[in-house]
């Protein structure tokens, strides 16, 4: 087993339960992190392991990128790009009632 890896000092009490703080991960590094297990052939326990990161985190990490929760600085500008249909605009029949009230008529889609 690989110990090199296990620089870091982790305090913890006598059953073996962490009591220090937490390990922080920025973004980029999560992000870095993500994308060595989508390499062709990558296992994420190796890569977990690579980076003294439980593997269960890396695969919430997977969930939150995939949400678009997870994302890196500097693509705050991106935004998706929608696909938009113009059509001829529509005047809607108007009928006015004895109360006062206005009433659309609107088309019914049929397309089904």
């Not at 962490?18 to 190796?46: D, F, M």
């Amino acid at each position: 087993m690989d110990t090199s890896a296990a620089d870091e000092s982790v305090v913890t009490d006598s059953l073996g339960r962490r009591t220090g703080p937490r390990r922080q991960h920025s973004l980029e590094e999560k992000v870095r992190i993500l994308k060595e297990t989508h390499v062709k052939g990558a296992s994420v326990s190796a890569v977990a392991r690579r980076h003294n990161v439980n593997t269960n985190q890396i695969f919430a990490w997977r969930q939150l990128y995939r949400q678009g929760l997870l994302v890196a600085p500097g693509a705050e500008g991106e935004s998706a790009m929608l696909p938009v249909k113009v059509g001829t605009p529509t005047v809607l029949p108007t009928e006015r009632r004895p109360s006062g009230r206005t009433v659309l008529s609107l088309p019914l889609d049929r397309r089904g």
